[in-house]
């Protein structure tokens, strides 16, 4: 590949992905059999670390527009991949807790919000291609997380495979974050010193209704996939899907991701990116109608794989695609900081909030109440869309 930096950035979001944030849901049931903490307890874990991913997010997107972005991802990468190293010697809730806000530190500096606000500030209007690329790549970090991780837990058992993750995240994801980011920052700043305007701030996109509307509406698509995925193998255990056939069906949505990236490739030049979004708000939506319904037919369990996996791999892109579009290019790091505080205080209350209301109502519960998170999610970006819109 000519992009080398792009490959090696790839690559690293493929695998930080794997080893930290995937690891997770990976290892929920075997943390709840191991440890005897309650699925509440656990799942409040990755809510607070996606928590404090969130909040720090505004400030890591000021310092990819300050430059510092590459050594940012670099350290939080090895930073984090220590961290899932003393997560192998937690004994307590409360060091548990602890080492996962560390983790969420991490998050927000390596995971794709700051990938893609970097890319994006370095290529403006050129990011697309290479941010659909990353998604390509880092598509199978599910499929590459858990089956790994059940491989690894049957044979050593959690508190090596911990171990294992951390040390990919640090011996070979931090080397590759820092060839790829450097060499993309340093174009950046060629770019940026050479177009001195595009650091000039605009007025406060804080004020702006559209910010919000986009904010919000993607920030409920993110609580609905956190719900889904964090929750999948205990609702297939519920609805008594084999144990075995379940880790397959979730290794096969990251394959999935990348079906719906190349098949948003395929349809770019025929659909406009507002008409992806609006099918990606309707996908999802129908995605959870057939899960509920996979207990009394498994076949469908097919169906939902396909269009939450492509419906979920193509939100990855069109995020930075629209935030670019509806709300410009200056000062796009701290806009996508902004926009990602949201998104990520979505996605950190997911797990936590539907261990909730699962203990209210089970999933028979929960899985309507996604389908209204899609219609609500549309409705608030189109609302942006139509506002962004000049008459």
């Excluded at 406060?204 to 910010?211: E, H, K, N, V």
Aim: charged share 10%.
């Amino acid at each position: 590949m000519k992009d080398r930096p792009i490959l090696f950035l790839a690559i690293a979001q493929m695998l930080i992905w794997a080893c930290i944030y995937y690891s997770f849901p990976a290892l929920l049931l075997h943390w709840e059999r191991s440890l005897g903490w309650s699925r509440a307890d656990l799942t409040a874990a990755i809510t607070l670390a996606v928590f404090v991913s969130a909040f720090c997010s505004p400030l890591y997107g000021r310092l990819i527009d300050a430059g510092r972005g590459a050594l940012m991802m670099t350290s939080a990468a090895a930073i984090g991949g220590s961290c899932m190293i003393m997560l192998s010697l937690v004994e307590q809730l409360w060091q548990f807790y602890l080492l996962w806000a560390a983790i969420g530190v991490c998050m927000a500096g390596s995971l794709y919000e700051p990938c893609f606000a970097l890319i994006t500030r370095a290529r403006g209007a050129e990011a697309k291609r290479s941010i659909i690329f990353v998604t390509l790549v880092a598509g199978f970090a599910g499929t590459v997380s858990f089956p790994v991780a059940h491989s690894l837990v049957l044979a050593f058992g959690w508190r090596s495979t911990v171990v294992f993750f951390g040390a990919v995240a640090i011996l070979v994801v931090a080397p590759l974050m820092w060839l790829g980011a450097g060499a993309v920052e340093q174009a950046g700043a060629h770019r940026h010193s050479s177009n001195p305007h595009l650091s000039v701030a605009e007025q406060p996109f804080l004020r702006s209704p559209i910010f919000w509307c986009l904010a919000l509406g993607f920030g409920l698509a993110a609580m609905l996939q956190g719900i889904t995925l964090h929750h999948l193998l205990p609702i297939l255990s519920e609805r008594e899907i084999n144990p075995e056939v379940a880790v397959i069906a979730i290794s096969f949505i990251g394959p999935m991701q990348v079906a719906g990236r190349l098949a948003m490739i395929a349809a770019e030049r025929r659909v406009s990116i507002h008409g992806i979004t609006v099918t990606c708000f309707v996908l999802m939506a129908a995605s959870i109608a057939f899960l509920i319904v996979a207990g009394v037919t498994p076949a469908l369990l097919i169906a939902f794989v396909i269009l939450f996996g492509g419906s979920y791999g193509v939100v990855s892109i069109i995020r930075p695609v629209i935030a670019r579009n509806l709300l410009g290019e200056r000062q796009f790091g701290a806009k996508s900081g902004g926009l990602a505080l949201v998104y990520l205080v979505g996605s950190a209350s997911a797990p936590f909030i539907g261990s909730l209301i699962w203990g209210w109502g089970g999933y028979d519960l929960v899985l309507p109440g996604l389908i209204l998170l899609a219609g609500c999610g549309l409705v608030l970006y189109l609302v942006a869309q139509k506002q962004a819109t000049p008459a």
